[in-house]
T-cell receptor
């Protein structure tokens, strides 16, 4: 499945580092999402972009900063993270108003030391 | 508060068994319910249900929605080791929000 790609697939960073996660969708969708998946917890929606405009921000700490330059690309900029931010970060896309499901990327496994 | 609850949290069965996974929800402005299978990384789509009482079927998997009971079940017949995964239920809100349950971890033993 190459409809939604994410890089890097694995990332280890220190608490003072700055890094970025990248997501790209090749499905012609107009909505993109960032989710956080921690062990034994439901997927937590972090951000939603519809037509490049951010429409949801679920009380995510400011150390996570999203960027959506166009409808095919989505970034998550990371700065001064905490160890509890270690998780799998999943990107997804969908077609708004068309009743379609979300398609997920393979995720980035993040470890904050 | 909108929420999605799945049960059981985990399940261990032998090959050939039939399993039923449950999903209940409390979501305002319901639009659809979705089932996903997550093996190692990305969840992969199984079913989308919008109408009550209409079964969706794909091979050995089937699912049905009960809007009156605010619930859905996912059935897997003649289970195989390749069915071992986490099965996620999500409810889509009309505002394009998706609410996920914690998932049911299924292990199929040969």
């Amino acid at each position: 499945e190459t409809g939604v790609t994410q890089t890097p697939r694995h990332l280890v960073m220190g608490m003072t580092n700055k890094k970025s996660l990248k997501c790209e969708q090749h499905l012609g969708h107009n909505a993109m999402y960032w989710y956080k998946q921690s062990a034994k917890k439901p997927l937590e929606l972090m951000f939603v972009y519809n037509f490049k405009e951010q429409t949801e921000n679920n009380s995510v700490p400011s150390r996570f900063s999203p960027e959506c330059p166009n409808s095919s690309h989505l970034f998550l900029h990371l700065h001064t993270l905490q160890p509890e931010d270690s998780a799998l970060y999943l990107c997804a896309s969908s077609q708004v108003l068309a009743g379609e499901t979300q398609y997920f990327g393979p995720g980035t496994r993040l470890l904050v030391l | 508060e909108d929420k999605v609850v799945q049960s059981p949290l985990s399940l261990v069965v032998h090959e050939g068994d039939t399993v039923t996974l449950n999903c209940s929800y409390e979501v305002t402005n319901f639009r659809s319910l979705l089932w996903y299978k997550q093996e190692k990384k990305a969840p992969t789509f199984l079913f989308m249900l919008t109408s009550s009482g209409i079964e969706k079927k794909s091979g050995r998997l089937s699912s049905i929605l009960d809007k009156k009971e605010l619930s859905s079940i996912l059935n897997i017949t003649a289970t195989q080791t390749g069915d071992s995964a986490i099965y996620l239920c999500a409810v889509r809100h009309t505002g394009n929000q998706f609410y996920f349950g914690t998932g049911t971890s299924l292990t199929v033993i040969p």
